[in-house]
């Protein structure tokens, strides 16, 4: 998996702004909250998506039981 960065190009408008105005702190706290949020984000994806293909296994298992108990 990728190591997740700060990247100033994501942020809106209004975020550069703001972004533009602060200390190098607040920068640097700034950008490890983002990357904390944006790896949130991404385990939450992943999560998401190995749940939906854990219900398609489920699905077709049981399908696939069905199918068999018909023809014997």
Do not use: P, V
Not at 22 to 45: D, F, G, H, P
């Amino acid at each position: 998996m990728e190591k997740i960065t700060f990247d100033y190009a994501k942020l809106n408008k209004t975020d550069k702004s703001i972004y533009e105005s602060m200390t190098k702190a607040e920068k640097e706290r700034y950008e490890a909250t983002w990357t904390q949020i944006e790896s949130l984000k991404r385990k939450q994806l992943q999560q998401i998506n190995a749940s939906k293909e854990r219900a398609i296994r489920e699905k077709k298992a049981l399908a696939d039981r069905e199918r068999k108990e018909r023809t014997h």
